[in-house]
């Protein structure tokens, strides 16, 4: 038992974000706005959303729908990869593996579409993508997974899924929530005024 517990450490760091959604009202510019955010320690962690998004705990972390796409969904959850390993060599292979056992069960006709390094070029962060397409019953499906290194000791999983028909929109649109993620300063966080 004494041997498992450093493995056990690696792969889920102490300071790991809380990706329970959670949400404060705040007022800037003149303007309440209801916003949802992530703790992380006593930090919160902000995103922005258009009004069409929906945001439920699921999948093992937090999971994003899009109405307009009833076959779409983004999911944020914690990787099943530690942020020691790097995007190369053996490595690798076990992001390919861990990005393929993401793939929806029942998945058919599973090709490689696409692999980038860095697509997320924000925060400093470092990350990895890899997209595959496939078929969900009858319906082409694509699905695009980030592995994404917050910092050196914690890697989210991004993973948007939509019918190949609207996966460029449900992609950009999933991605620009990651692009929102900012620390909450104090001074940001202004309650909404009641009369």
Excluded: C
């Excluded at 041997?3 to 056990?8: G, K, S």
């Excluded at 983004?74 to 530690?82: A, C, E, I, N």
């Excluded at 790097?86 to 292979?93: D, N, Y």
């Excluded at 699905?143 to 929109?169: K, P, Y």
């Amino acid at each position: 038992m004494k041997i498992l517990a450093p493995f056990f450490a690696l792969a889920l760091p102490a300071a790991a974000v809380d990706l329970t959604p959670r949400y404060i009202d705040t007022f800037a510019d003149g303007a309440a706005s209801h916003r949802l955010y992530f703790a992380d320690g006593e930090k919160k962690i902000g995103l922005s959303l258009d009004h069409e998004t929906q945001v439920a705990a699921g999948g093992g972390g937090v999971l994003f729908r899009y109405p307009k796409f009833s076959e779409a969904s983004f999911l944020v959850k914690h990787s099943p990869v530690t942020a020691d390993q790097p995007f190369s060599g053996v490595a690798l292979e076990r992001y390919r593996e861990a990005a393929r056992r993401l793939l929806p069960p029942g998945a058919t006709e599973v090709k490689v579409l696409d692999e980038a390094r860095d697509p997320l070029t924000i925060n400093r962060w470092r990350s990895y993508r890899l997209a595959y397409t496939f078929t969900n019953g009858t319906m082409p499906m694509v699905q695009q997974i980030t592995f994404l290194n917050l910092n050196a000791d914690e890697q989210l999983v991004l993973v948007a899924t939509a019918s190949e028909r609207n996966f460029a929109e449900v992609a950009g649109r999933s991605f620009q929530i990651i692009r929102t993620w900012q620390p909450m300063l104090p001074g940001d966080e202004k309650p909404v005024r009641e009369n």
